[in-house]
């Protein structure tokens, strides 16, 4: 005697099972936002000249991308325009006065911009020095770049690897 069905089986239809497209997408969703947020761009963000060769530090805090003023060797850099050779330093003064003229412009230039464009200018410079830079030409230009209302001054180091 063969088993009998019962009649809830017997009117069920064979159907195949489909994957619920909406969660599927649901999921993905949430796994892309998950991965946009946590996505770390705190690469290289400044480049240095193949003429300078940063010190090492131990601070963790990451760049901002601000003006940058780059000692290297031999000259003085600001973006990729050379404004002198260290040779031409003055020995007397602290005042450098082609980086002085091209600081004073470019904070010029940035005030303008916060008032027409409301871009906000936040007086802060990054130093790159060769590690074996003498400490009066930094000095040098720490003071030049204070007194062209560049007062927030940072210098940029390696992270040193514990």
């Known amino acids: 005697m063969a088993y009998v069905p019962s009649r809830r089986k017997?009117?069920?239809?064979?159907?195949?099972?489909?994957?619920?497209?909406?969660s599927m997408m649901d999921m993905m969703t949430i796994i892309l936002l998950f991965l946009l947020k946590t996505y770390s761009t705190t690469g290289q963000i400044m480049t240095p000249s193949e003429d300078l060769k940063l010190p090492f530090s131990a601070s963790n805090e990451q760049p901002k991308k601000e003006?940058?003023?780059?000692v290297t060797r031999h000259s003085i850099i600001i973006g990729n325009d050379i404004l002198m050779d260290l040779k031409d330093l003055p020995q007397e003064e602290n005042l450098i006065n082609p980086l002085y003229a091209?600081?004073?412009?470019?904070?010029?230039?940035?005030?303008?911009?916060?008032?027409?464009?409301?871009?906000?200018?936040?007086?802060?410079?990054?130093?790159q020095a060769d590690e074996n830079t003498p400490f009066q030409v930094l000095v040098k230009v720490l003071y030049t770049c204070g007194q062209s209302e560049y007062n927030k001054l940072r210098l940029l180091t390696y992270q040193e690897s514990f």
């Open 102 to 127: 091209r600081l004073t412009q470019l904070s010029r230039q940035a005030q303008e911009d916060e008032i027409r464009y409301g871009k906000p200018f936040n007086h802060e410079v990054i130093i």
């Open 10 to 22: 017997k009117h069920l239809s064979m159907e195949k099972d489909e994957l619920n497209l909406n």
């Open 67 to 70: 003006l940058s003023v780059s």
